[in-house]
């Protein structure tokens, strides 16, 4: 794996720290939520930034499904202040069962 630029590190911080600040808020409001995580492609980025908000059971992510926009906006919200902007929020964040193993 080739090493990052400054500019890939500043984005990976940026978004490292939002997924971060979202995943504290969603652990505290959101029952069901293990942890959050995101993939993304330095060359396609912003537009490839996928999270995931990852849940215990099939139950509580379809409990949780109706507050998925809401999410997505705060999200945006959260990169927005760290200078990400996002075209389509609702592309950027999905609620799963998957882990980052998976």
């Known amino acids: 794996m080739k090493k990052l630029s400054k500019v890939q590190l500043k984005q990976q911080a940026a978004v490292l720290d939002a ?6 808020q969603a652990l505290a409001d959101v029952p069901g ?6 993939s993304l492609e330095y060359e396609a980025f912003p537009g490839s930034l996928l999270v995931r908000l990852q849940f215990a059971e099939q139950a509580m992510l379809d409990d949780a499904q109706p507050q998925l ?3 997505q906006k705060r999200l945006s919200g959260l990169l927005l202040k ?6 389509d929020m609702r592309k ?11």
Do not use: C, I
């Open 19 to 24: 997924v971060t600040m979202l995943e504290q």
């Open 82 to 87: 760290k200078g990400v902007v996002l075209k």
């Open 33 to 38: 939520v293990v942890q959050a995580w995101f």
């Open 69 to 71: 926009l809401a999410w």
């Open 92 to 102: 950027h964040l999905v609620f799963t069962l998957n882990s980052p193993d998976d």
